[in-house]
């Protein structure tokens, strides 16, 4: 278990467990839905972002955020993960572009990517 000192003299501990769910079919089925609206709604807000070209989580959550509660029926907590994991996204795609982790110059997928990242071809 990690220890490390803060401020002063405080002896901070972090501790992470790790639990199994064992839903009721009503609650499994209830998952299930809530999961396909969060990925209906990511897919909906990555098509926002890059159409606007927002990528930042603040400004994306200004265009977003209202919608994606209102369409799917997901809690704010919800709503604004599924914006925040969109930014991530592309901030991970970008980041990968950059690294040059996504193949060759001339390769598809990195067209792709940069295409995505920067909203036009190059």
């Known amino acids: 278990m990690p220890v490390r000192q803060a401020a002063g003299s405080v002896t901070v501990v972090k501790l992470t ?3 199994k769910l064992l839903p009721t079919p009503v609650q499994a089925a ?6 396909h609206a969060c990925n209906k709604a ?3 807000v990555s098509s926002v972002a890059f159409e606007k070209d927002i ?18 029926g997901l809690g704010a907590q919800a709503a604004q993960h ?6 991530d996204a592309y901030t991970t795609l970008k980041a990968n ?7 060759k110059p001339t ?16």
């Open 55 to 72: 990528k930042r989580n603040f400004p994306l959550l200004e265009h977003t955020y209202t919608a994606v509660k209102d369409r799917w």
């Open 82 to 87: 599924v914006i925040k994991k969109t930014c």
């Open 30 to 35: 209830a998952l299930e839905e809530t999961l």
């Open 97 to 103: 572009l950059k690294a040059g982790n996504l193949g």
């Open 17 to 19: 467990v790790q639990v």
């Open 42 to 44: 990511a897919t909906w």
């Open 107 to 122: 390769s598809k997928l990195r067209e792709l990517a940069r295409y995505k990242v920067r909203g036009r071809p190059t």
